[in-house]
């Protein structure tokens, strides 16, 4: 039988420093992310092995609960990278360079492992008829400790609308799904679910740009849906008395990373890139919904090579280069559209320049050009 006092003392415990670590967050400022909080949840992390027996739990559908977690954030990340091409990317606000970089990765990886190892931890600790109780309480506890706040979204009404809906809805739900997973899965699912996304982002020199609402709906449809996947599977699996064979998942996997590569591929991941065409300026050579792949290596460009580069507004545009002109160990580009009357305004840096154009795919870019003009 579990003591009930040792239960209530854990989350009272975790529950205080929880509102200590909020509070330093708002009086230190941004030295404590960096370099308080990991440790203060590596500790908790220590303590809650220290303090916590742990019971043997029988999972007789942990491999299968596993491989549908790893789908689920693949998925996600699959999704998230799609919002990008529909919505646009911007410059990642992480700073990437030197000690910057570092501070991230030892601030965003410990902590959210660290709150991973608790959850997996507690769950493991409690009586199955209370699991569901605490489980929700813990998901609510520590969907504070995944969400990082300032004093800025306290300032209005507004402000702390979308912080709660931003910060705290979503990680409680990925919480919740992710006690689920340690109830019945492994320790190493979760920590794959939350570190790939946050790996993407300190890596990724761009990152899609959609619109919080959007990014809201992903965070918490994508664990809803693998829940209820799971869940039916389970209903599926007490009707057969065979169990889903390896075989029949492989598939699904390599499915997913071809999706996958696709997409990166789509989104400029790799050196060469394919750009959907928006306009008629270079017609006949291209035409509106084609697609330029392009060569993102660095090189010097000639006249005649159709490069693609950012121009006025920071505005990208595809335009054959007509006159080159070096000045102080920089070279400049006049460029201008094959059906354009006139140059373009702005003469090209090369620091602006962001490829080559190698080859035309006549009239595959038209899907992507009827999503964005969608929205």
Partial sequence: MIDNKKINTIFITITLIEIVTIILGFTIGSSFYFCLKPFIYIGLSLFAYLFIDKKYIIKREKRYINQITIMAIIGYMLLYILTGIIFGFANNP????????????VYYVPTAISIELIRYRIISFIDKEKQF??????????SFAMSNFSLSM???TKAFIEMFYQLLVPNFVIGCFLSYVALNGSLYA?????TIPILYNLFAKIIPNPQWIISVLLKTIVPIVAYTT?????VVKKKESHKI??????PSILGIIIMAITILFACGIFRIYPVAI???????TFERGDIQVIDKKQQTYQVGDIIQ???????IFVHRVVSVRKDNQDTYYVTKGDNNDTVDLLEISQSRVIGKAIFTIKYLGYPTIWITESF
């Fill in 190 to 194: 979760s920590i794959i679910y939350v």
């Fill in 94 to 105: 992480l700073v990437m360079k030197g000690k910057f970089f570092f501070l991230n990765l």
């Fill in 133 to 142: 109780k605490y489980s929700i309480l813990l998901s609510v506890i520590l």
């Fill in 278 to 284: 928006a306009s008629n300026s270079m017609k006949p």
């Fill in 245 to 250: 064979k390896q075989k029949h998942v492989l």
């Fill in 309 to 315: 580069f950012y121009g006025l507004n920071n505005t």
């Fill in 154 to 156: 306290f300032q209005s």
């Fill in 230 to 234: 799971l869940e039916k599977m389970k």
